[in-house]
């Protein structure tokens, strides 16, 4: 467990950070190159993210809009959003990549390993039996690289996939009710 929830390493947090807030998840939120930046979805009050420095295949942050620290700060809107965002995101990765498990958590402040304290975050990572090796296994750059980028793709196509399907569900309860 102490490898699963380590901190983030230092490079991450100075890649491109917010001028304003001098926060890199405000700078990812800001920017528009979501693909680039691993932003997998948005929604009114969240954003999706691939963690680039992941502790699995797979390990996405949901990322409220607003720069929020605590948890008491996020208002009813966002609070009653949160569930379906994490929904739809845990659906996406059991489509996509079909794990035998998650780990959900949040880590707040510095003493409990928060790589960005400043800015509220919750943890998916998907787990598969025996994938406690994933670490030295894709330890190469290279390798995590590749790995993000396929990741993305199938969680894309994933995502797109189920809202299709919701759209259709949507379409043929409103038939139902005119008959
Ligand atoms: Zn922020």
Not at 136 to 150: F, M, T, Y
Request: net charge positive; hydrophobic share 40%; glycine share 6%.
């Amino acid at each position: 467990m102490n490898r699963l929830w380590a901190p983030w390493r230092r490079t991450y947090l100075r890649s491109s950070p917010d001028k304003r807030t001098g926060c890199l998840f405000c700078g990812l939120l800001k920017d528009t190159k979501d693909k680039k930046n691993l932003v997998l979805s948005r929604t009114a009050h969240y954003a999706v993210i691939l963690n680039r420095y992941p502790y699995n295949n797979g390990h996405l942050m949901i990322v409220p809009r607003r720069h929020v620290a605590h948890l008491a700060q996020l208002n009813a809107l966002e609070r009653a959003e949160f569930f379906d965002v994490l929904t739809r995101m845990q659906n996406a990765l059991c489509r996509a990549m079909k794990p035998h498990g998650f780990n959900l958590g949040m880590n707040i402040e510095d003493i409990a390993g928060a790589g960005i304290p400043d800015h509220l975050h919750w943890h998916i990572v998907p787990r598969w039996k025996g994938d406690v090796n994933f670490m030295p296994v894709v330890a190469g750059s290279k390798v995590i690289s590749e790995s993000l980028e396929s990741a993305y793709e199938v969680l894309k196509k994933a995502l797109a996939e189920q809202d299709a399907a919701r759209r259709k569900q949507a379409v043929s309860r409103k038939g139902g009710k005119k008959k």
